[in-house]
C-alpha cells in the first residue's frame, strides 16, 4: 500500500492516493493481458498500423512530392506506365489512376482508426447507458428499451447504411454516428443490460438507495463502473465491426469518403484489375490485407481483455 | 385492534424513538399479463411495536415470515401498503415516514441506516474503503472531501479498524468477513443515525469473531444513543443484545417482551415450539417432543382467523371462528397474540 502512515489532509494527496491506486489496478490488468499472447499480437498489429498513420503527414512533408504522392489527385509522372508494379519510387507500385498505393494505404489508416474508435465510442457510452437505465428501472422503461433494441437488432445493417448513405450522403462520422446508435441500442445495449441486471440485485445498491442517493448517483456511480469491463470488451468488437461495414461501403462505392481501403479496392474494381489478382497483387493485397489485419487485430486485442475481465475463461 | 403501550406505561413516552402502528406490506403472488389477481401474499400484516431510544429491539422469527421486509420498511427501501412509522412520537410534530417522498425523504435517510446481513456483497468492490463510508455523507452533501477524511478516519477507528490511514484506501476484498461488517457499521453510523436496523449482521459472520462485531454493535448504541431493530434468527443472538424481543409468524408479531423474561417464560404457543428447538449443549439431553404440527405456510390471501391456528396444539373451535387475536398484556409488560395463553 502506497499510504502514508500520517492521515492524508492535503486534497493533493487524495488524488496522489487515487491515482496510485488506478495505477496498481492497471498493471495487474496489464500483467494478465501480457499473459494471453493473442492480445500482444493483436496489440503489435495495432501499433503497427498507428505508426502508418503517424507516418505519412511527414513522409508528406519531406520526402514525398506532393504532386506525386499526394492519395487522392497525385499522379506518378516518372512512371510510363499506370498502374505500376512496384519500385524503389513506389514500394508498392501505383493504382491505375497513377496515385501511390503506399501513400493511399497510410493516409487512410488515419480515418480508419479515427471512424473506428469513434463508433465505438459512441456504442458503448449509449449501451452502457441503456443497460443501466434498462436494468435499474425496470418496467415500462425497460420494456420500450428492450423492444427498441429488438428493432436496431432486426434491421440488417449494411442493407440499412446502403439505403442511409443514398439518401443523406454519409461520411465517416456519420457512419460511426449511425454504426454507434444501431450497436448501441441494439445487440451492446441488450448484453450489457443483462451483465447490469446482475448487478442491481447486489446490496450494495439498496445500501446506496438507504444512505439517500438517487437514481443518477446509483447508475454512474455504482452500476456503470461494474459494467466497465463489459463495454471495454464490446468496444473492442465494435472497432472490428466499424472497419468492416466501412470497407464494404466505400467498395460498393457509397461512401461519400477522399480514400480509404474500401475505396482502394473499388477503384481497382471500377478499372477493371479486381479478376487479375496474381498480376496486379498489388493493387488489392495491401488494402484488403490491412482491412483484415486491423479487424482481427481489434478482435483478438477483445479476446484477451474478455480473459482478463472473465475468470472463468483465464487459463492457470 | 392497535395497543397503546405509551397509555400503559407512561414514563415510555418521551423515551419513544419510533413507533409503527398497523404497518403492512402486501406483494401480488406472481401477476402477468395472463394470470391477473393470484393472490396478495401478506408478508407484514399489521404489526406494531415500539423502539425506546438507546434501545435494542430483537425481531426474531423462521426464515419468510416478514422479518427483513419489515427492516426495509423501516428505513422506507420499499413502500408499505398500509400503516405509519412515526420517529420521535413523542415530539409536536412527528413525522410519518411511510409517507415520505422526494426531499424530506432523502433527508430523513440521515435518521434511519441499515446494516445488511452480507458483508461481502454489501459493498461495491469498485470502490475503497473511504468511498463505501463516505458515500452517504457525500449523497447528503455534508462537508467537502477533507471533513468526510476526517469524519471516516474517526469513524473507522470508532469500529475498531486501527490505525485508519491502513484501510481507507483498501478495497473490500483485501479485509477479511469480520472486517468488512465493521466497515459496512461504519458507514450506517457515519451520518449519526438515531436508529439503525441491523438485518442479521452475524449471521454470516464466523463464530468467534460474532461476539466481536456484537459487542462493538452494543458499544456504540451505549454510545452514540442510537435504536436498534436487530432482526435475526438466532435466539443465542438475540439474547445477547437485545433489551426485549418481538417473535413474528407469518407477518404477525405474536409475542413480545423483555429478553429474558420471553425466553425464561414464554406464553405464546410457537414462542414454546421455537424456543424448544434451541440445540442443547448436553449430549444426554432428550428433545421433549415437537407439539406443533405442518411446516410455515405461504400467507396467500390467509383465513381470518389466528394465523397460526392450523399448527397450533391449544387450538380450538373459538381459534377458528374468531380473527387473529390481538397483542394482549399477559403479565409483566409481556404482550403475546393468543386466546390460549
Redesign the interface.
Given at each position: 500500500m502506497a499510504v502514508s502512515d500520517s492521515p492524508p489532509t492535503a486534497p493533493r494527496s487524495l488524488w496522489a492516493v487515487r491515482a496510485a491506486l488506478a495505477a496498481r489496478s492497471f498493471k495487474q490488468s496489464w500483467s494478465m493481458f501480457r499473459g494471453t499472447r493473442i492480445g500482444i499480437i493483436g496489440l503489435a498489429i495495432i501499433l503497427f498500423y498507428l505508426l502508418l498513420a503517424a507516418a505519412h503527414p511527414i513522409l508528406m512533408n519531406t520526402v514525398w512530392d506532393e504532386k506525386i504522392y499526394d492519395p487522392v489527385v497525385g499522379y506518378a509522372f516518372d512512371e510510363t506506365r499506370q498502374p505500376a508494379p512496384p519500385s524503389w519510387s513506389h514500394p508498392l507500385g501505383t493504382d491505375p489512376l497513377g496515385r501511390d498505393v503506399l501513400s493511399q494505404l497510410m493516409y487512410s489508416a488515419r480515418s480508419e482508426f479515427m471512424l473506428g474508435l469513434l463508433a465505438a465510442l459512441i456504442t458503448v457510452s449509449i449501451g452502457t447507458t441503456v443497460g443501466a437505465v434498462a436494468a435499474y428501472f425496470g418496467g415500462v422503461v425497460d420494456t420500450v428499451l428492450m423492444r427498441l433494441a429488438d428493432i436496431m437488432i432486426m434491421l440488417p445493417g449494411i442493407s440499412v447504411l446502403i439505403v442511409l448513405s443514398a439518401l443523406i450522403g454519409v461520411e465517416h462520422f456519420e457512419l460511426a454516428l449511425i454504426i454507434g446508435i444501431l450497436s448501441g441500442f441494439g445487440g451492446t445495449g441488450v448484453v450489457l443490460k443483462s451483465q447490469a441486471l446482475s448487478v442491481v440485485v447486489k446490496p450494495y445498491i439498496e445500501a446506496a438507495r438507504a444512505a439517500g442517493g438517487g437514481p443518477v448517483h446509483i447508475i454512474f456511480v455504482h452500476i456503470v463502473p461494474n459494467l466497465l469491463p463489459l463495454s471495454f470488451l464490446y468496444m473492442m468488437f465494435t472497432v472490428t465491426g466499424a472497419i468492416f461495414s466501412e470497407a464494404v461501403l466505400s467498395f460498393l462505392g457509397l461512401l461519400n469518403v477522399r480514400m480509404s481501403w474500401g475505396l482502394m479496392i473499388h477503384t481497382t474494381e471500377s478499372a477493371g484489375y479486381l479478376l487479375q489478382v496474381g498480376e496486379y497483387w498489388w493493387l488489392i493485397f495491401p488494402a484488403s490485407l490491412s482491412i483484415t489485419l486491423l479487424c482481427s487485430s481489434f478482435y483478438l486485442v477483445g479476446r484477451s481483455l474478455d480473459e482478463v475481465v472473465n475468470p472463468r475463461l483465464r487459463r492457470s | 385492534m392497535t395497543l397503546d403501550i405509551a397509555k400503559l406505561v407512561p414514563s415510555l413516552d418521551s423515551r419513544i424513538l419510533l413507533k409503527v402502528e398497523g404497518l403492512r406490506k402486501y406483494y401480488r403472488a406472481t401477476a402477468n399479463r395472463f394470470r391477473r389477481n393470484r393472490g396478495l401474499i401478506h408478508a407484514v400484516d399489521g404489526i406494531d411495536f415500539e423502539v425506546a431510544k438507546d434501545e435494542s429491539l430483537g425481531l426474531v422469527g423462521e426464515s419468510g415470515c416478514g422479518k427483513t421486509t419489515t427492516g426495509?420498511l423501516l428505513?422506507r427501501?420499499i413502500d408499505p401498503t398500509a400503516g405509519r412509522i412515526l420517529l420521535n412520537p413523542g415530539q409536536q410534530q412527528p413525522t410519518d415516514i411511510a409517507t415520505l417522498k422526494g426531499k424530506p425523504?432523502?433527508a430523513f435517510?440521515?435518521k434511519v441506516?441499515?446494516i445488511?446481513?452480507?458483508p461481502y456483497?454489501?459493498?461495491?468492490?469498485?470502490?475503497?474503503i473511504f468511498d463505501?463510508v463516505a458515500?452517504?455523507l457525500k449523497?447528503?452533501k455534508m462537508g467537502g472531501?477533507?471533513e468526510h477524511?476526517?469524519r471516516v478516519?474517526h469513524m473507522l477507528e470508532l469500529v475498531g479498524l486501527t490505525?485508519?490511514?491502513?484501510f481507507?484506501?483498501?478495497y473490500p476484498h483485501e479485509l477479511s468477513g469480520g472486517q468488512r461488517q465493521r466497515v459496512?457499521i461504519a458507514?450506517a453510523l457515519i451520518?449519526e443515525p438515531a436508529f439503525v436496523v441491523a438485518d442479521e449482521p452475524t449471521s454470516m459472520l464466523d463464530v468467534s469473531i460474532r461476539t466481536g462485531v456484537m459487542r462493538l454493535m452494543e458499544e456504540l448504541a451505549a454510545r452514540l444513543g442510537i435504536g436498534y431493530l436487530y432482526i435475526t434468527h438466532d435466539l443465542a443472538v438475540a439474547r445477547y443484545v437485545c433489551d426485549r424481543i418481538a417473535v413474528m409468524y407469518l407477518g404477525k408479531i405474536v409475542e413480545v417482551g423483555e429478553t429474558e423474561e420471553l425466553l425464561q417464560r414464554p406464553k405464546h404457543p410457537y414462542t414454546q415450539a421455537l424456543l424448544s428447538a434451541v440445540p442443547v449443549p448436553d449430549p444426554t439431553f432428550t428433545r421433549p417432543p415437537v407439539r406443533i404440527k405442518g411446516g410455515v405456510s405461504v400467507p396467500v390471501d390467509p383465513p381470518d382467523q389466528c394465523r397460526f391456528y392450523s399448527r397450533c396444539p391449544l387450538a380450538d373451535d373459538f381459534c377458528r371462528d374468531n380473527p387473529h387475536p390481538p397483542l394482549e398484556d399477559k403479565g409483566a409488560g409481556q404482550l403475546a397474540a393468543c386466546y390460549k395463553a
Open positions: - | 426495509k428505513v427501501l425523504l432523502k435517510r440521515r441506516q441499515i445488511f446481513q452480507d456483497e454489501s459493498m461495491n468492490p469498485r470502490r475503497t463505501t458515500e452517504p449523497v447528503q472531501t477533507l477524511l476526517d478516519s490505525p485508519p490511514s491502513t481507507l484506501f483498501r459496512a458507514r451520518v
